[in-house]
Nanobody, 118 residues
Framework: QLQAFGGGLVQAGGSLRLPCAASGTALGFNVMAWYRRKPGKTRELVAA???????SYRNSAKGRFTISIDISKYTIYLQMNSLKVEDTAVYYC??????????????WGQGTQVTVSS
């Protein structure tokens, strides 16, 4: 339902782009997002974007990361610039689809490792 791409090893200060494509019932998403889980930490929201293209970011991502959407391809992109060692984590794509009043379905893509070296 969600297929994530990208990830890899990059030096501090470098850039990576993470695409995530929705398919199947996930095509009806209302919001898509990227989360990450750092080693030994709980999963945290990095950035989200509504179907209409309204983005939101965690504070540490503001000014460095940009989330965008190509609705014709049902794909979101997380452009990560000025990467820091502390951005090292497994990144997960997420989609939420509203199915009723107060009812949502969550979709998760496979995680993709991002490693930033010093």
């Amino acid at each position: 339902q969600l297929q994530a791409f990208g990830g890899g090893l990059v030096q501090a200060g470098g850039s990576l782009r993470l695409p995530c494509a929705a398919s199947g019932t996930a095509l009806g998403f209302n919001v898509m997002a990227w989360y990450r889980r750092k080693p030994g930490k709980t999963r945290e929201l990095v950035a989200a974007i509504t179907r209409g293209g309204t983005p939101s970011y965690r504070n540490s991502a503001k000014g460095r990361f940009t989330i965008s959407i190509d609705i014709s391809k049902y794909t979101i992109y997380l452009q990560m610039n000025s990467l820091k060692v502390e951005d090292t984590a497994v990144y997960y794509c997420n989609a939420e689809r509203r199915i009723g009043c107060g009812e949502w379905v969550n979709y998760w893509g496979q995680g993709t490792q991002v490693t930033v070296s010093s």
